[in-house]
C-alpha cells in the first residue's frame, strides 16, 4: 500500500492507502473523492482526472505520453505539472504522493 495525498480545490486533504498496481485515478474514486470524474473509465480519453501534481513528485510520476500530453491540451487550467491520474501507476517509489485537484475538470 502507498499512502498519497489528494488534496482538493478547497483545500480539504484525503490521505488515503492506495493499492499497488492501482491508478492514481482509481484511488481517488475508490475512496468517493470529490473531483475526480474519470468518465471514460481510466481508458485516456477523456481528460476528467486531471489532477496537479506537487511540483517535488512530479518526475517520479513519469512522463506523459503524446495521448495524454494532447489531452492535457485541453483541460480548463493546464499548469506545468498536470497529469491525467489514471495515467499514473501506484508503486512504491510513490509514497508520499501528493497531487491537487483542479477547481473545475470539464
Ligand atoms: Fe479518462 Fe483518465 S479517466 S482520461
Known amino acids: 500500500m502507498t499512502t498519497i495525498t489528494y488534496i482538493e480545490h478547497s483545500g480539504t486533504k484525503h490521505q488515503i492507502q492506495v493499492e499497488?498496481?492501482?491508478?492514481?485515478m482509481q484511488g481517488a474514486t475508490d475512496n468517493s473523492i470529490d473531483g475526480i470524474l474519470a468518465d471514460c473509465g481510466g481508458c485516456c480519453n477523456c481528460?476528467?482526472?486531471?489532477?496537479?501534481?506537487?511540483?517535488a513528485w512530479y518526475s517520479k510520476t513519469g512522463s506523459p505520453d503524446d495521448m495524454e500530453k494532447?489531452?492535457?491540451?485541453?483541460?480548463?487550467?493546464?499548469?506545468?505539472?498536470?497529469?491525467l491520474s489514471c495515467q499514473i501507476t501506484v508503486?512504491?517509489?510513490l509514497d508520499g504522493l501528493v497531487v491537487?485537484?483542479?477547481?473545475?475538470?470539464?
Open 20 to 24: 499497488n498496481g492501482r491508478s492514481v
Open 91 to 93: 508503486s512504491d517509489e
Open 70 to 83: 494532447d489531452l492535457l491540451e485541453a483541460v480548463p487550467v493546464p499548469t506545468s505539472t498536470s497529469r
Open 47 to 55: 481528460a476528467t482526472c486531471h489532477v496537479i501534481v506537487d511540483e
Open 100 to 106: 491537487q485537484l483542479p477547481e473545475e475538470q470539464f
